[in-house]
């Protein structure tokens, strides 16, 4: 079966409101949340252990929602959002590769910052390389990833884990 590996902003927001995956499974966030404006590559056996690779990219404009709350005066963009655009990215993976459920952030091992998205920079890059693909009862993901602005990493994070759940219920 050949599956899409690209997606528009479009694509993306229609994820966002169930029309993607079918009731019941993974939505992306929608705007504000949505922190990625399309998938460029995404595949199954691609990336640093042949696991899957997703690169995704958020155009940056001084009008973005954040900039205007964080800080008054001194604007950057939340380091909490670039790793949660990690955990959307993961999530929408699993539910691309046709596991079933609703996404959930499991945890991170490791995040580093060493830069930051100011209102002049025009785009971030997340590039995630999934390390281990769990497709039975339990759906997870678990991967390591980066985000560049303007071509400069300034974020990584190692062992994202994200989980498809058919019933949140207990979780």
């Known amino acids: 079966m050949s599956r899409q590996s690209s997606f528009t902003?479009?694509?993306?927001?229609?994820c966002g409101r169930g029309e993607m995956f079918g009731p019941g499974n993974a939505q992306l966030p929608t705007p504000n949340m949505l922190m990625m404006d399309r998938v460029v590559e995404i595949s199954?056996?691609?990336g640093k252990h042949g696991k899957g690779h997703i690169l995704a990219?958020?155009?940056v404009t001084p009008d973005l929602w954040f900039f205007d709350c964080h800080f008054p005066g001194d604007p950057v963009m939340p380091g909490c959002l670039g790793l949660d655009a990690m955990w959307q990215i993961i999530g929408f993976y699993l539910a691309w590769l046709g596991n079933p459920g609703h996404g959930r952030a499991l945890g991170v091992g490791e995040v580093k910052f060493f830069g930051q998205v100011?209102?002049?920079a025009k785009k971030v890059t997340y590039k995630v390389d999934l390390t281990r693909v769990i497709t039975r009862k339990l759906v997870m993901g678990i991967g390591d990833a980066s985000m560049e602005v303007d071509g400069r990493e300034i974020y990584t994070a190692k062992d994202l884990r994200v989980g498809l759940f058919t019933s949140t219920d207990n979780f």
């Not at 902003?9 to 229609?14: G, I, P, S």
């Open 44 to 46: 199954a056996d691609g």
């Open 9 to 14: 902003r479009e694509e993306l927001l229609q």
């Open 118 to 120: 100011l209102p002049k």
């Open 57 to 59: 990219e958020l155009d």
